[in-house]
């Protein structure tokens, strides 16, 4: 069975860093980009960032740019998410995304993945 598992969320003041990791029991994982997403309560699904198999290709959204890094470790099956200067507008459950079918302009989309990890909880305190 696919399983996404994110950990590395929790409580952090604003300015501070939390990094994220994405660790998925896929065969195959390098044939997969892996995106990022966050959902605030009230609000709809949001793009954050992505990586293609090898993260020689990355997209991020315009709200993390320069802060946010999205990297991956084929070896360990794992994409992480380094996310610094933290602000309270940053608070949201961050899941983890799979797919093997994309181009690199349709990885905000949520529809373009198939796998989904249950997500984590990050939480920024002003």
């Known amino acids: 069975q696919v399983q996404l598992v994110e950990s590395g969320g929790g409580l952090v003041q604003a300015g501070g860093s939390l990094r994220l990791s994405c660790t998925a029991s896929l065969r195959a994982f390098t044939s997969y980009a892996v995106g990022w997403f966050r959902q605030a309560p009230g609000k709809e699904r949001e793009f954050v960032a992505a990586?293609?198999?090898?993260?020689?290709?990355?997209h991020y959204a315009d709200s993390v740019k320069g802060r946010f890094t999205v990297s991956r470790d084929n070896a360990q099956k794992t994409v992480y998410l380094q996310m610094n200067s933290l602000q309270p507008e940053d608070t949201a459950v961050y899941s983890c995304?799979?797919?093997?079918?994309?181009?690199?302009?349709?990885?905000?989309?949520?529809?373009?993945?198939?796998?989904w990890g249950q997500g984590t909880q990050v939480t920024v305190s002003s």
């Open positions: 990586a293609n198999w090898n993260a020689g290709s990355t």
């Open positions: 995304a799979a797919t093997t079918t994309y181009y690199i302009y349709t990885l905000a989309a949520p529809d373009t993945y198939t796998y």
